[in-house]
């Protein structure tokens, strides 16, 4: 196959690269490499996985942003199958900067539906949506709270299906750009005839994540643990989510390349057979590095869900797919590969 991934030099997009490069197809990432100055973070995760993914002779690095259609046409025009994984992917930052979060999830979006629609060829798309799409009223539900972690409860106790309303609640910038980018990749499967899978995911997490405190919090447990930097609990640390590894992940977007199924709007996490609060995670690498973590606690940040587990059952039954790493054992390869490439930091 030939296959465009967009935002293919970020964590997500350079293990799916990967995968379909080791299985012989021709490969385009196309990424602007700009995570760092949308996050005002450190560069190193979009350029460490560009230059990995280099090694490979099938797979053609295009240095280009989504906001730029002439750029994007032709090589939308020319993938079978493209995975639109570029974005903004901080709440936090949305909420700062709204303007560039909008510009690169909704309309770098459009300009990608756009470029399939024009090309006059039926696609097949994967599009990385959010838990967050929700919004507020995931907590709204019912929950049990223990001493380490918060339950869903009563009627969403196999937790959040994908008809749970997104209406009526706090989203966030962040949340209300990726809900629109959703809402478009489902017109333009039902109106255009493309085949595309919105997969709204909860907590992804494995190797080649270069985790920090705003963005990919079980990456930045990790490294923050190991090399002796302060971690900040926003809440009471019971925040529960349900994760799901790197791995299981792509392993679900190829099951919905390969099937037969039509287009498909799919909550893409762990479920409730693996969830982790924030102080249950701590306590895991604490068992890992021998000794404990110094935590400090502030304030609740806007519209952070207590709890958010994904109902994956639609997943299951549709693609026939369920996650197999738990996360013991996610975390502890995790573990393995921030440690031996410690000097990435």
Avoid at 76 to 104: K, L, M, Y
Wanted: glycine content about 8%.
């Amino acid at each position: 196959m030939r296959v465009l991934v967009t935002g293919g030099a970020g964590f997500i997009g350079s293990h799916v690269a990967e995968y379909y490069a080791r299985r012989d197809n021709e490969v385009v990432i196309y990424d602007n490499l700009s995570r760092a100055r949308l996050l005002n973070c450190d560069d190193r995760n979009a350029r460490h996985n560009w230059d990995y993914l280099g090694n490979f002779k099938n797979i053609r690095r295009v240095c280009e942003d989504v906001c730029n259609l002439a750029a994007l046409e032709p090589h939308c025009r020319h993938a079978d199958v493209i995975f639109h994984i570029a974005g903004q992917t901080a709440v936090t930052t949305s909420v700062q900067e709204p303007r560039p979060d909008f510009e690169t999830n909704a309309m770098g979006t459009f300009n990608l539906l756009e470029a399939i629609r024009r090309s006059g060829e039926r696609k097949t798309v994967v599009y990385c949506s959010t838990n967050k799409v929700y919004g507020d009223n995931v907590n709204d539900v019912e929950l049990i709270e223990d001493a380490k972690r918060y339950t869903l409860t009563g009627q969403y106790k196999q937790g959040i299906p994908e008809t749970f309303s997104v209406d009526h609640c706090k989203h966030t910038p962040y949340g209300c750009s990726k809900l629109t980018a959703d809402l478009y990749m489902q017109e333009w499967a039902r109106l255009y005839g493309h085949r595309i899978g919105v997969f709204r995911m909860s907590c992804i997490y494995g190797t080649r994540q270069f985790g920090f405190e705003d963005q990919g919090w079980v990456a930045w447990f990790v490294i923050a643990a190991l090399k002796g930097r302060p971690i900040t609990i926003y809440g009471d640390g019971k925040q529960v989510r349900d994760v799901l590894e790197v791995s299981d992940l792509v392993a679900a977007y190829d099951r919905f390349v390969m099937s037969d199924s039509p287009h498909g709007v799919f909550n893409t996490g762990g479920g409730v057979d693996n969830t982790l609060s924030l102080l249950e995670l701590i306590s895991m690498i604490e068992q890992k590095i021998g000794k404990p973590i110094p935590l400090k606690f502030m304030d609740w940040r806007p519209s952070d869900q207590k709890a958010y587990v994904s109902d994956i059952r639609k997943a299951t039954t549709v693609l026939g797919w369920k996650p197999g790493v738990s996360p013991a054992a996610g975390v502890a390869k995790l573990f393995d590969w921030v440690k031996q490439n410690q000097a990435l930091w």
